[in-house]
């Protein structure tokens, strides 16, 4: 259901455009939650390429039993936010993303682990995750509806504090939201550490920190234009090994999936672990 999207036209996309002398297929269609993680641990080892038709969420489920394996993992994006798909290039068109296959151009990527649990493209705390829990319940889907659903809820959203250890040393914070960006983007091309990279072995600790409420939108419009790292309400940590403690147990997301968690939050970045399949204009 990722983007509220009927993927009835997909199969016939990919008969019609998938390059036949290269690749014979099967598909599978998921049922429920975490099916899309039990498909694919089936097809590893058996597939030369497992693709997902999804988004962010989906991209999450394949990939988590592929990490440390020699299965490739590609993406035909059809989510809200497709945060990874666009970091890597992907087309967001699905006849140029099917064609994108083709090419079979393929790079290893870093990905993250947080309490255990795999995200590869972003994990967080705070607004983010407070706005993932509630869109996961709203009928409407899409760009627009998670705008309506932050506006709606900003104005009595609190800020926390935050305990960071990063590779050895300690910070404390105050952060209206917390993210672990292994590539630059949410999803959309809202960018909030424009310059992370999921091929050097770090991940970028995004402190969004407190700012007055009419600011909200200059925010907004610091990631769409590939800016929050200048805004002085951002702070960015690179690091590795990450230990992030509050008061008290609560929402997290996991590639914008939301879930509760502990109050202590182990990060870790899993350097070159995943076999990817990239956009052509995706630079190393």
């Given at each position: 259901m990722?983007?509220g999207?009927?993927k009835d036209?997909?199969?016939g996309?990919?008969n019609?455009?998938?390059?036949?002398a290269?690749?014979?297929?099967d598909?599978a269609y998921?049922t429920g939650v975490n099916?899309?993680r039990?498909?694919?641990?089936n097809a590893?080892?058996?597939?030369d390429?497992?693709?997902?038709?999804g988004?962010?969420?989906?991209?999450?489920?394949?990939?988590s039993v592929?990490?440390?394996t020699?299965?490739?993992f590609?993406?035909?994006?059809f989510?809200?936010g497709?945060?990874l798909?666009r970091?890597?290039g992907?087309?967001?068109?699905i006849e140029k993303a099917?064609?994108n296959?083709n090419?079979?151009?393929?790079?290893?990527i870093d990905t993250?682990?947080?309490?255990?649990?795999?995200?590869?493209n972003?994990?967080?705390?705070?607004?983010?995750a407070?706005?993932?829990e509630?869109?996961s319940?709203?009928?409407?889907?899409?760009?627009w509806?998670?705008?309506?659903?932050?506006f709606?809820?900003v104005t009595h959203y609190?800020?926390?504090?935050?305990?960071?250890?990063?590779?050895?040393?300690d910070?404390?914070?105050?952060?209206?939201?917390?993210?672990?960006?292994?590539?630059s983007?949410?999803g959309?091309?809202?960018?909030i550490?424009p310059?992370a990279?999921?091929?050097?072995?770090?991940?970028d600790v995004?402190v969004?920190k407190p700012f007055?409420?009419?600011?909200f939108i200059?925010?907004?419009l610091?990631?769409f234009?590939?800016?929050?790292h200048?805004?002085?309400?951002?702070?960015?940590?690179k690091?590795?090994?990450i230990?992030?403690r509050?008061?008290k147990a609560g929402?997290?997301h996991l590639?914008?999936?939301?879930?509760?968690?502990d109050?202590?939050v182990t990060?870790?970045?899993v350097?070159?672990?995943?076999k990817i399949?990239?956009?052509s204009t995706y630079?190393a």
């Amino acid at each position: 259901m990722a983007g509220g999207k009927r993927k009835d036209e997909v199969p016939g996309l990919i008969n019609k455009h998938l390059d036949a002398a290269k690749f014979t297929y099967d598909i599978a269609y998921t049922t429920g939650v975490n099916h899309a993680r039990e498909l694919s641990a089936n097809a590893r080892g058996k597939y030369d390429l497992i693709i997902a038709v999804g988004g962010d969420g989906t991209v999450n489920e394949v990939a988590s039993v592929l990490v440390g394996t020699q299965s490739i993992f590609g993406v035909i994006p059809f989510g809200s936010g497709n945060g990874l798909s666009r970091f890597l290039g992907i087309p967001m068109n699905i006849e140029k993303a099917i064609k994108n296959i083709n090419s079979s151009r393929v790079e290893t990527i870093d990905t993250g682990l947080m309490n255990g649990q795999h995200f590869f493209n972003m994990a967080g705390m705070g607004f983010d995750a407070h706005i993932s829990e509630v869109f996961s319940h709203d009928k409407n889907r899409g760009f627009w509806a998670y705008i309506k659903s932050s506006f709606r809820e900003v104005t009595h959203y609190q800020s926390e504090i935050y305990q960071l250890h990063i590779d050895g040393r300690d910070y404390e914070r105050q952060a209206f939201m917390l993210s672990l960006a292994n590539s630059s983007q949410y999803g959309n091309n809202a960018h909030i550490s424009p310059y992370a990279s999921v091929q050097d072995g770090l991940l970028d600790v995004c402190v969004v920190k407190p700012f007055p409420l009419y600011k909200f939108i200059i925010m907004g419009l610091h990631m769409f234009n590939k800016t929050a790292h200048q805004s002085r309400y951002v702070e960015i940590i690179k690091g590795k090994d990450i230990i992030i403690r509050r008061k008290k147990a609560g929402p997290i997301h996991l590639d914008g999936e939301p879930q509760l968690m502990d109050a202590d939050v182990t990060v870790k970045v899993v350097p070159a672990s995943l076999k990817i399949l990239v956009g052509s204009t995706y630079k190393a």
